[in-house]
């Protein structure tokens, strides 16, 4: 069972039935999320409920929840995803114009953008991100407003989760992706639905200095790095997925690997 408790606090309460009678153990959790304290939690502890906003005593910031910040856009931009939480955190910039304002509704603290590649559609509102924010910059290729550069295997934190970095070359030589044990961030490594298919797709590779068998390569390493409790799928473009995400992945991997045009004449 679990209870909040103060507004912060999460009260773990088990009760036990032995010879002895009952016994009754508990234990807390507060503070920040560190990787050793997520290894003790169940598979199926869920850190983030879905659409779930939780607010501490103080009443400024908000517990994890991931926001769809680009979602009202009429022009064409990639999906940008606010992490708020203990690291309030942007993944992509995109297109949109009123993303700063967007963003200023859920936290006036915006503390790091990590650009999952440096296509257009994902960087156009960097500049006015930073002018207002100014947060830290992770981009793997280098970029005027970077101040970091993360590597495959890096520890990133995002809200209140720990992800690994995981490099996706293929449909941009400078694409990562980033895994929790709740969730993807795929960039456009793999979409859940796009024109071409509806239940896992894969970024096209089709341009110059694109490579589907790089990308199939990528989509491999992913499904590798991400565990079978990673259960939403936020990706660059597309819709958001809950569910399981592997069995995307899979999916989008085969397609992938028919090396067919993904976008026939
Ligand atoms: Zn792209």
Known sequence: MFFRFNGISLIKIGVHVSLFGFIVTSESHTGRYSTQ????FPPNWRANPAGRHHFDRRGKRERMAIHHVTEAAENFTCNAYLATGDRPTLVDA????GVVDTISKHTDDLEAVVLTHQHGDHIGELEGICAAFDPEVYAYADHPLRTHSPKDGDTLDIGDESFEVVFTPGHADDHISLVSETTLFSGDV?????????????????????????LIESIGRLLEATPETVETLYAGHGDVFHGDVREVLERAQ????????????
């Open 37 to 40: 304290r997520r290894k003790k």
């Open 94 to 97: 995109g297109t949109f114009d």
């Open 190 to 214: 793999v979409v859940y639905n796009d024109g071409a298919f509806e239940d896992g797709s894969f970024g096209r590779t089709d341009r110059p200095g694109q490579s589907r068998e790089q």
């Open 254 to 265: 085969e397609r992938a690997e028919r090396r067919e045009p993904k976008y026939p004449e």
